[in-house]
């Protein structure tokens, strides 16, 4: 897709390559270096005809190699956005690891949503450190207002989480610290917003647990219904 944003009408195309980092077969493989290779060709094209002056790549997945040699192949420079250390780099093979240090070492900038993560990036890979930036992730504009200041005593949420229910997400760590806070706290209201491939079992989870009474799964909420929770509620998990 392409998404037209800005007042001068700036354009950014939404590029997704799925594949096999280690195809098991050799029609496997086959079949791998032939979805580049039309990639490559549909990629360039898209590049040509929107004439695409930057690639930006969120996270540094070894996963990328294939699109990172399209975009050299065409000349443009790119960027790269650490949301977070991507699994294959903590628990992948060295060459994995290899991979994602040519990608981070040919980046036009590195920038990083936090100082923390900045710093462990700096750790993996000391030849970058110097050129990564920290860029907080933005909020839209208007959506402070929509906040409301209510005093603590008023929150009647106790704990909220927001976001996508994914693994790594760690709700299902939350929802055994809730069990175990309480037998000592029963008046617990806990709220979790959002929606994702975890949800159900995060619920059969909950129950399991035997907290129906104290968590709530409310699903995807609007960007006012997000502004209020977060004014309802005392303490947000991240």
């Known amino acids: ?40 060709r549909v990629i360039l094209r898209l590049i040509r005809h929107y004439g695409v002056e930057i690639a930006h790549f969120h996270y540094f997945s070894p996963a990328y190699e294939a699109l990172q040699q399209i975009v050299c192949t065409a000349g443009i420079p790119y960027l790269v956005t650490a949301h977070g250390i991507p699994t294959p780099l903590q628990t992948g093979t060295t060459t994995e690891r290899a991979v994602s240090a040519r990608l981070m070492n040919k980046a036009a900038a ?91 079992s995060l619920e059969i989870l909950a129950s399991q647990l035997r907290l ?7 699903g995807l909420q609007g960007r006012d219904e997000v502004a209020l929770l977060y004014s309802r509620a005392k303490i947000l998990a991240v």
Not at 16 to 26: D, E, F, H, M, Q
Not at 130 to 143: E, L, M, T
Not at 212 to 218: E, G, K, L
């Open 1 to 40: 897709p392409v998404h037209t944003i800005g007042g001068a009408g700036e354009s950014i195309i939404d590029i997704c390559v799925r594949g096999s980092a280690n195809p098991p077969t050799v029609r496997a493989r086959l079949g791998s270096w032939a979805r580049v290779a039309i990639a490559r």
């Open 110 to 200: 590195i920038t990083a949503v936090s100082q923390a993560l900045g710093s462990e990036i700096a750790g993996i890979f000391p030849d970058v450190a110097k050129d990564i930036r920290v860029i907080h992730n933005s909020i839209p504009q208007g959506f402070t207002t929509s906040l409301q200041r209510i005093p603590e005593s008023s929150r009647e949420v106790d704990v909220l989480f927001v976001g996508k229910h994914y693994k790594r997400k760690g709700v299902d760590v939350l929802l055994r610290a809730i069990h175990q806070l309480r037998p000592s706290m029963p008046n617990l209201n806990v709220v979790i917003a959002g929606d994702g491939p975890e949800r159900r």
């Open 212 to 218: 129906q009474d104290t968590v709530t799964f409310i």
